[in-house]
């Protein structure tokens, strides 16, 4: 059922870890296969993070295969989903027989409870990305112009942004998670500064918009702020953040990511910040 399972982290684990144990522990990739649901499993808050790209036919969201004590059972059992579409074309996600259309940008946030999800549509990308819930809110829909957009920063510090809050208080109502997708004017390029943590919840990257030229990477930070780490990442790769790592990025250009999180709380501005003389 899961392509990989990622274990919780120390900080101290991150201390003199290679780059290829940081990419190994931190980095999802491959998270579109054509035809195939593909999901990953984080001990981080038990979020999991998947993608779907759609061949032929429809696919399907799979029910557990594990532990043993849940085969059988809907992926959806205990569990809430946020979709949202990152592909050029729109494409159709039918929840318990009930279809929705999803533009480009477009979410849509999947009960607890749900039994049966399918995705179609050859031109859309569904990211996906689901926490346990303990209580059952409405399906619903939410197109990127439904989203509470927040404008941050500016081209003289070459971070000049867009954040649009899809799944979170007073938009969409949810148990736990938290969504929302970030775009960069063109000419910026660095995001989320200055860098923070928030201990009470984790937090995943989706990047991606990086597919021109080929060669596009973003350099994401992490790590605590007196110790920082860096992963370069290729368009449509996520990256785990714990809740006592910094989270921020600089490209080769400017991008979109999608932000995600679950925990104990879902106040966005619940943050600690670090003044960028703090980091080391």
């Not at 059952?136 to 809050?165: W, Y």
């Not at 390029?189 to 919840?201: C, E, S, Y």
């Not at 991606?208 to 992490?222: A, N, T, Y």
């Not at 490209?251 to 679950?262: D, E, K």
Request: glycine share 8%; aromatic share 8%; charged share 20%.
């Amino acid at each position: 059922m899961f392509h990989r399972t990622y274990h919780a982290t120390h900080p101290e684990m991150m201390e003199g870890a290679s780059n290829a144990a940081l990419r190994d522990r931190y980095l999802i990739d491959a998270l579109f296969r054509r035809g195939e649901c593909v999901l990953n499993y984080t001990h981080a808050d038990r979020l999991v993070i998947g993608g779907v790209l759609v061949g032929d036919a429809e696919v399907r969201l799979p029910d557990q295969t594990q532990p043993a004590s849940a085969a059988g059972q809907p992926f959806l059992q205990r569990r809430e989903l946020g979709i949202i579409n990152v592909g050029a074309g729109s494409g159709t996600v039918v929840v318990d027989g009930e279809a929705f259309t999803l533009d480009r940008l477009d979410c849509l946030y999947v009960a607890m409870g749900c039994a049966d999800v399918r995705f179609a549509g050859a031109d859309a990308r569904f990211y996906l990305v689901s926490a346990p819930a303990h209580q059952r809110f409405a399906t619903r829909k939410l197109s990127i112009a439904d989203a509470n957009a927040l404008s941050r920063g500016s081209m003289a510090e070459a971070n000049e942004r867009t954040i649009h809050q899809l799944i979170i208080p007073g938009v969409c109502d949810s148990a736990q998670l938290v969504m929302g997708v970030t775009v960069l004017q063109p000419g910026n390029v660095w995001n989320t500064m200055p860098a923070h943590v928030h201990d009470r919840r984790s937090e995943i990257y989706f990047y991606f918009d990086l597919d021109q030229p080929e060669d596009s990477r973003v350099i994401h930070f992490m790590g605590r702020g007196d110790g920082m780490r860096q992963i370069v990442i290729a368009n449509e790769q996520a990256v785990i953040s714990p809740p006592w790592s910094i989270h921020m990025g600089v490209a080769t250009r400017a991008y979109s990511f999608v932000w995600a999180m679950a925990g104990e709380n879902q106040d966005y501005a619940d943050m600690d910040a670090i003044d960028i003389g703090q980091l080391a």
